[in-house]
């Protein structure tokens, strides 16, 4: 199954509210499925959000509206909010602490993970080129 679901918004993550009729709304950096749940914050239906929790599937909430975030989020830069267990979380934050923080790998590793060796530099370019084109 998947590792990771990116769900693209109009917004840069998860909020305490709807950003754009609160002034006053937060931004979560990580949150659990069981906290989505019990706020009934409504990132998704209830039942995809509990498919992903079973799954053990992190979703990764991010604006695509931004130039560079499709970019950014497949080679796992830092954005948006990431959807974990709490038991992940703990060692996502583990890792920061103890410096191996998978979020810091070059574009390099991100392209050699999703086109293989034959990758010349510019296909992971013009892939998100033309996502973003037909984002508008």
């Known amino acids: ?12 993550g ?6 754009h009729q609160s ?3 937060k931004r979560f950096e ?3 499925y069981q906290d989505i ?16 929790m079973e799954n053990k599937t992190s979703i990764i909430v991010f604006d695509m509206m931004t130039p560079g975030n499709i970019m950014k989020v497949i080679c796992g830069g830092e954005i948006g909010t990431r959807v974990e267990d709490t038991a992940e979380l703990a060692l996502a934050v583990a890792r ?5 923080d998978p979020a810091r790998n070059a574009r390099a590793e991100c392209r050699r993970r999703l086109f293989g060796e034959w990758a010349d530099g ?5 892939l ?9």
């Open 37 to 52: 749940l019990a706020r009934n914050l409504r990132i998704m239906d209830s039942p995809a959000t509990s498919l992903c």
């Open 14 to 19: 998860i909020y305490d509210a709807d950003p």
């Open 128 to 136: 998100v080129a033309q996502i973003e084109s037909i984002l508008g």
């Open 30 to 32: 990580t949150i659990t």
């Open 122 to 126: 510019h296909a992971l370019d013009r």
């Open 23 to 25: 002034a006053h709304a």
């Open 96 to 100: 920061a602490l103890d410096g191996d």
């Open 1 to 12: 199954g998947a590792e990771v679901l990116l769900k693209a918004t109009k917004v840069d």
